[in-house]
């Protein structure tokens, strides 16, 4: 782990730590396998790697770009159905099917884990009275995602970009979280994977970033604290070892 300087809360103590979900408490499995799967299961179509792998980033590049217009029930499920076009568009097999069925194997190939360390590490907060929140440039799909995975019970707040009307790294996305766990900025951490949107938007909003690195391989940030694993995250937040020496 690569350290700077212990954050500015009094005694070293923390009221809040929120947390990226996607690369640094959930991951995806490669979707295109089990895309393949799923055709072939449901629909006999037999399509090879690459196509579905091509067809499966275009999807993704697309979601990416739109994810903030899943604001609800109604309006998720419509950016389903052209992602799924986009999906089709992208793998000609596909063209004999109507959309709800490619939008059903679309669904089926969305595989969310969560990383071993994850829950460990919400519960160790909330067992020191530490409040916790995940912020993500998600649709509203994301709450019942980390239920379902065992991890929405363990976060006090769940703020998702196409709810608030503002993504990471805009300053508006954190300001709402911390406002959820009652914390001002100076007394949390924000821990997430990405330095574009998770430790520069952090900054930005004031808050101590931390940045998790979970291939223990990319490039640290001079003056941001790197951890390879959330097991690491009580050195971070445990209040400094007094030493008298001068």
């Given at each position: 782990?690569?350290?700077?300087?212990?954050?500015?809360?009094?005694?070293?103590?923390?009221?809040?730590?929120?947390?990226?979900?996607?690369?640094?408490?959930?991951?995806?499995?490669?979707?295109?396998?089990?895309?393949?799967?799923?055709?072939?299961?449901?629909?006999?179509?037999?399509?090879?790697?690459?196509?579905?792998?091509?067809?499966?980033?275009?999807?993704?590049?697309?979601?990416?770009?739109?994810?903030?217009?899943?604001?609800?029930?109604?309006?998720?499920?419509?950016?389903?159905?052209?992602?799924?076009?986009?999906?089709?568009?992208?793998?000609?097999?596909?063209?004999?099917?109507?959309?709800?069925?490619?939008?059903?194997?679309?669904?089926?190939?969305?595989?969310?884990?969560?990383?071993?360390?994850?829950?460990?590490?919400?519960?160790?907060?909330?067992?020191?009275?530490?409040?916790?929140?995940?912020?993500?440039?998600?649709?509203?799909?994301?709450?019942?995602?980390?239920?379902?995975?065992?991890?929405?019970?363990?976060?006090?707040s769940?703020?998702?970009?196409?709810?608030?009307?503002?993504?990471?790294?805009?300053?508006?996305?954190?300001?709402?979280?911390?406002?959820?766990?009652?914390?001002?900025?100076?007394?949390?951490?924000?821990?997430?994977?990405?330095p574009?949107?998770?430790?520069?938007?952090?900054?930005?909003?004031?808050?101590?970033p931390?940045?998790?690195?979970?291939?223990?391989?990319?490039?640290?940030?001079?003056?941001?604290?790197?951890?390879?694993?959330?097991?690491?995250?009580?050195?971070?937040?445990?209040?400094?070892?007094?030493?008298?020496?001068?």
């Amino acid at each position: 782990m690569t350290t700077a300087a212990r954050g500015s809360a009094a005694g070293g103590g923390y009221d809040a730590v929120l947390f990226d979900a996607l690369g640094t408490l959930v991951e995806l499995e490669p979707p295109w396998p089990l895309l393949r799967a799923a055709l072939a299961d449901s629909h006999g179509i037999e399509v090879d790697d690459a196509p579905a792998k091509s067809a499966v980033i275009a999807e993704m590049t697309y979601y990416k770009a739109h994810h903030m217009e899943g604001t609800d029930e109604t309006s998720l499920g419509a950016l389903r159905a052209r992602c799924a076009a986009v999906l089709r568009d992208g793998l000609p097999p596909l063209a004999a099917l109507g959309i709800e069925q490619v939008t059903e194997v679309l669904m089926r190939s969305l595989r969310f884990t969560p990383y071993p360390d994850a829950a460990p590490a919400l519960g160790r907060l909330r067992s020191l009275g530490i409040r916790s929140a995940v912020v993500s440039n998600w649709d509203v799909s994301l709450r019942g995602i980390l239920g379902e995975l065992g991890l929405g019970g363990l976060v006090d707040s769940v703020v998702v970009s196409a709810e608030v009307g503002a993504a990471k790294p805009e300053r508006a996305i954190f300001e709402r979280a911390l406002r959820e766990v009652q914390s001002p900025a100076a007394r949390a951490v924000f821990v997430g994977d990405s330095p574009q949107t998770d430790v520069a938007g952090a900054i930005g909003a004031g808050l101590r970033p931390v940045l998790v690195d979970r291939g223990a391989g990319g490039e640290g940030i001079e003056g941001v604290e790197r951890i390879f694993t959330l097991e690491s995250l009580d050195e971070l937040i445990a209040p400094p070892v007094f030493d008298p020496r001068p």
